[in-house]
Each structure stands twice: as structure tokens, then as C-alpha cells.
């Protein structure tokens, strides 16, 4: 965050930037750059309508407020399990959770979420819905077994065995092909 305020962190850096655009009413001003910042300034206030939008969804549902990206991941607003009065952003996707970053405050969270490009509000029910497909479950056991490899209590040869296992019951179709 660049501001003191997540909520309209694009706002002031858009006014600051146009700050710096050549002053249309001084003809001395041959200010080269100008042109540049007063493109960037149009990009951050278009980021801000999305930004605005955003906060309106998680002013409505609050914690757990969820956004997906144009790939079709997922961002959600969480307190922080292992952080006392910290807030996370959780991200997942289809075959289970990827990646978190841990905050000081739910706007800064909201914020990062759309800095990363999560900026479509979908419905907080979305974790609990993609959470019960099989590829969730096959991607978060096959994680599991990865853990396990990794922390050596199993072999790679007994790993991949009951990862064919879990490909059979989870994705018969990709069961085949390996």
C-alpha cells in the first residue's frame, strides 16, 4: 500500500501522478512526460471503480468476502489463524489452496486482492462449493502425499502408488492416460 487509505489507495496515487501532468494553463510547461502520467492516472481510476466495487461487496458479506481472477482462481478475506488480529488472503483455485499473504487490516487484504488482479465479487459460498468437487480432493491429497515425500516418511515409489490410487478414484479418465 502506497496510501495511509486501502480504500482509495488508486484515487490519491491517480491525483498525485495527475499533480505531475503538464499544466495545461502555463504554455512554458513542455513537460515531455506528461502524457504518461496522465495515462497511468486513467488506468489507476479505472483500478479504482473495480477497487470501489470490491468494497462494496465486502462491506455487504465482510469476512469471507471471495473474488475470482480471469483464470478462474480464487481470493478470500479470512482473520488470520495464526496471526491474532491480522487478516490473510487466501488463495485457491479448483485443485486446492496455493498461496496466502497475511495483512494488518481486512481493507489492506481487500486491496491486495485487487492488486493481484482478484476483482470479480463472487459469492462466499464459492470455497465451500469448489471444496466438494474431486478435483479439490485429488489436488489436496495428491499435496499430501508431495508433503509426505518431501518430509521422508514415505518413498517416491509408494507415493506414486497411492497417487495412482487416488487418480482412479478421483479421475478415472486421467487414470488411464498415465
Not at 50 to 66: A, I, P, R, V
Not at 147 to 173: F, I, N, T, W
Amino acid at each position: 500500500m502506497k496510501t495511509d487509505n486501502a480504500r482509495k489507495e488508486y484515487e490519491i496515487r491517480a491525483r498525485d501522478l495527475r499533480s505531475l501532468a503538464k499544466d495545461e494553463t502555463d504554455p512554458d510547461d513542455e513537460s515531455l512526460v506528461s502524457d504518461l502520467f496522465v495515462d497511468a492516472a486513467k488506468a489507476l481510476e479505472a483500478k479504482q471503480e473495480k477497487l470501489d466495487l470490491m468494497f462494496e461487496h465486502y462491506d455487504l458479506h465482510g469476512l469471507g468476502s471471495t473474488f475470482e481472477d480471469t483464470h478462474g482462481r480464487w481470493a478470500v478475506v479470512l482473520p488470520d489463524a495464526t496471526c491474532a488480529g491480522k487478516f490473510r488472503c487466501q488463495y485457491f483455485d479448483k485443485r486446492g489452496f496455493f498461496g496466502h499473504t497475511t495483512l494488518a487490516s481486512a481493507d489492506a487484504v481487500v486491496l491486495e486482492v485487487c492488486d493481484m488482479g482478484y476483482r470479480k465479487p463472487v459469492p462466499s459460498s464459492t470455497l465451500d462449493t469448489v471444496s466438494q468437487k474431486p478435483e479439490w480432493h485429488l489436488g489436496v491429497q495428491s499435496l499430501a502425499l508431495r508433503q509426505a515425500v518431501e518430509d521422508g516418511q514415505m518413498s517416491r515409489e509408494e507415493a506414486e502408488l497411492k497417487y495412482k490410487a487416488l487418480l482412479l478414484k478421483y479421475s478415472p479418465e486421467q487414470a488411464i492416460a498415465v
